[in-house]
């Protein structure tokens, strides 16, 4: 009678786990950074998502490779180094969506930041009665401006990382920095002067 061999050992799903882990984590800093109770830093939740990643990876190693926690390894190493080197204030603003439409000046704010996501700034129904002044940051993710048609404008763009689609002429690589003044700007009297700012994603503006 043959010898029956024993059923192979099921291997554990160390990449599921981790990823629901991760998951996890990320939906419950989400949550309480909507509610206002933290305020979200990527330069510290980053790395710790990568500890949890290696940790997955030196537990799975017992049971064999796991190609798919070392992409997602690899990935989030990028995120944690592109987090190091941005400017300390690139990813305040929390994580999301966000979408700004803007009519008046009086609810034109100065600033609008974005953590880990995407912005949209939407001006195309703008109003001014005296010049202003824009900043708009992304950490991580994209920056879509909309500008209205009957106001001139400057735009003083830079990406950490990325590519950038200023009015349909597109640059990409790393450190992309971009300005441009309206044909009007230096004659106006009513300006309006943006300074966007992404760390790693990617900035279009059009009109």
Do not use: K
Not at 105 to 113: I, N, S
């Amino acid at each position: 009678m043959p010898q029956r061999l024993p059923p192979p050992r099921r291997r554990y799903h160390y990449g599921a786990t981790t990823a629901g882990i991760v998951l996890i984590a990320a939906g419950v800093v989400w949550i309480l950074d909507v509610a206002g109770l933290i305020e979200v830093q990527a330069a510290l939740i980053l790395p710790g998502l990568l500890a949890v990643v290696g940790l997955a990876l030196i537990v799975g190693s017992m049971d064999g490779p796991h190609p798919g926690l070392v992409v997602f390894g690899v990935f989030l190493t990028v995120a944690v180094v592109a987090a190091a080197v941005a400017p300390p204030n690139a990813f305040r603003g929390g994580i999301g969506e966000r979408h700004h439409r803007i009519e008046s000046q009086a609810d034109l704010a100065g600033r609008y930041d974005v953590g880990l996501g995407d912005l949209t700034l939407d001006l195309r129904d703008l109003t001014l009665t005296e010049s202003a002044e824009v900043e708009v940051t992304v950490g991580a993710g994209e920056m879509r401006i909309v500008l209205p048609d009957d106001i001139e404008f400057s735009i003083d763009a830079s990406v950490g990382a990325g590519d950038i689609d200023l009015l349909g002429e597109r640059s990409d690589g790393v450190s992309v920095s971009r300005t441009y003044d309206s044909p009007g700007y230096d004659a106006a009297t009513t300006t309006l002067t943006l300074d966007l700012d992404v760390a790693a994603g990617s900035i279009e503006v059009r009109r």
